[in-house]
């Protein structure tokens, strides 16, 4: 089983993932996790990447599907996995729907996160991490001793300010609410989770819509 996890940044898509893999027996891949993995290995794809992650630019959807491809062919993957953050624009959802096709596979079920703006902003807002060891906590203040007594002071981070938090949501709608349309339209088994609860009660939710 193929699931690709969507959602706005902050709806909790990374931790409700491992969950997800967890309770199904299978990996999760995110596209930095694979990307750094293919540089680490050397592989050809990987050294593509590796050239214009130096120059700082992005890498291309091609680079990037071309490795996913590799790391979906890989006998770890055989029962099924769970894709986060690799499918964030219409055609890195096409891309992918041809990479499962030369593989004899398909997207199985896409889960999509819901919650509102406002509640993401407050919710991630109240979001500190500590300038040592990075942890992130919520609902601690900037400048609070870290509770890991790591020695570290909590921050907000820029990102994590109210303005950079709507910016970042004003970019998902505008690329990444799209593909859900796409894969409505393309017939695909498209299943929207509430994500407001505990972390249980989305969990349950979520295996719930995979059949679980």
């Not at 969507?6 to 995110?30: C, H, W």
């Not at 096709?101 to 703006?117: M, P, Q, S």
């Not at 979001?127 to 900037?142: A, I, S, V």
Request: hydrophobic content about 40%; some cysteine.
């Amino acid at each position: 089983m193929i699931v690709v996890l969507l959602g706005p940044p902050g709806a909790g898509k990374g931790t409700q993932g491992e969950r997800i893999a967890a309770a199904l027996g299978v990996p999760k891949l995110a596209t930095g996790d694979v990307l750094r993995a293919a540089v680490k290995a050397g592989t050809k794809l990987g050294l593509d990447a590796k050239g214009f992650m130096d120059r700082g630019d992005l890498v291309p959807d091609a680079v990037i599907l071309g490795i996913m491809k590799e790391a979906l062919a890989e006998p770890a993957q055989a029962k099924g996995v769970i894709l986060d953050g690799v499918v964030r624009t219409v055609p890195q959802a096409e891309g992918l729907a041809k990479v499962t096709k030369e593989l004899g596979r398909r997207v199985d079920v896409v889960l999509t996160f819901d919650i509102a703006d406002d509640l993401l902003v407050e919710r991630l807002s109240g979001r500190t991490t500590c300038d040592t060891c990075q942890k992130p906590f919520t609902g601690l203040e900037p400048g609070t001793k870290c509770p890991e007594k790591c020695g570290g002071t909590l921050v907000r981070r820029k990102d994590d300010e109210p303005e950079a938090i709507r910016n970042r949501l004003r970019v998902y709608h505008e690329q990444t609410e799209p593909v859900l349309g796409w894969y409505v339209k393309a017939g695909a088994n498209v299943r929207r989770i509430d994500a407001v609860g505990s972390f249980d009660e989305v969990t349950a939710r979520a295996l719930a819509a995979v059949g679980r």
